[in-house]
């Protein structure tokens, strides 16, 4: 099992670029969750997706910011025009339908992150 | 809107000592409280996780404890060693679903040799 795969881990724009950032949940996993993360910061919840739906969208900024996970192929976090303050890094996590049932070890599975710097 | 306090924010102890890191959530309709464990540059990884139903969970040198009338959760790391040096991350779902979590601000754990 190759847990959760983001890319790419590092990514530099400049400002008012797109950036867009890819997400492969684990397999069996049919939840995805985004966070970003600001330096020495805690880890802010922005949209929750299933397949070809979005559940929860309530961290994202109104503007600039969409998400999407279609039938085939990873999840994508985008974001249109960036500017200085969206560098942060961003956790892609995924999760069963029902994360904490079962054994130790069945709730949200973190990727390594994307790392992005705006400049 | 639901909130995650965690407290302290920076930790240090001993090598071989004790550390506690507390945490308050406000929905009354969580049910899940996992730990994560993020060291510098790396992925968030789950630790050790309780459900309501359960007051405390112990596994090797870890345990967490919840408190459902005071919304209270914590994280016990017993025999401290320099490898638990990291940021520890609570959290708790939200609206009785499982699936959205809220994370706590972190603490910053050194364990000194």
């Known amino acids: 099992n190759a847990g959760v795969m983001q890319n790419p881990r590092h990514l530099v724009r400049r400002r008012g670029q797109e950036a867009r950032l890819r997400c492969s949940p684990m397999?069996?996993?049919?939840?995805v969750y985004w966070y970003r993360q600001l330096p020495e910061e805690g880890l802010k919840f922005m949209v929750y997706?299933?397949?070809?739906?979005?559940?929860?969208e309530s961290g994202m900024p109104k503007e600039r910011f969409s998400a999407e996970f279609p039938k085939e192929g990873p999840s994508i976090l985008r974001i249109q025009q960036v500017v200085r303050g969206d560098s942060a890094a961003y956790f892609c996590?995924?999760?069963?339908?029902?994360?904490?049932?079962?054994?130790?070890?069945?709730?949200?599975?973190f990727g390594s992150g994307t790392r992005l710097t705006v400049v | 809107g639901e909130n995650v306090e965690q407290h302290p924010s920076t930790l240090s102890v001993q090598e071989g000592d004790s550390a506690v890191i507390k945490c308050t959530y406000s929905?009354?309709?969580?049910?899940?409280f996992p730990w994560y464990k993020q060291e510098l540059g790396k992925r968030p990884q789950l630790i050790i996780d309780?459900?309501?139903?359960?007051g405390e969970k112990k596994d090797q040198r870890i345990a967490v404890t919840l408190n459902k009338t005071a919304k209270h959760f914590s994280l016990h790391i017993t025999e401290t060693q320099p490898e638990d040096s990291a940021v520890y991350f609570c959290?708790?779902?939200?609206?009785?679903?499982?699936?959205?979590?809220?994370f706590g601000t972190g603490t910053l754990l050194a364990v000194q040799p």
């Open positions: 309780i459900r309501s139903n359960v």
């Open positions: 959290a708790a779902s939200i609206g009785g679903a499982t699936n959205k979590l809220i």
């Open positions: 929905d009354s309709a969580s049910n899940y």
């Open positions: 996590a995924s999760s069963p339908p029902v994360p904490g049932m079962g054994r130790t070890g069945a709730g949200y599975t």
């Open positions: 997706l299933q397949k070809e739906n979005i559940i929860d």
């Open positions: 397999k069996g996993h049919s939840h």
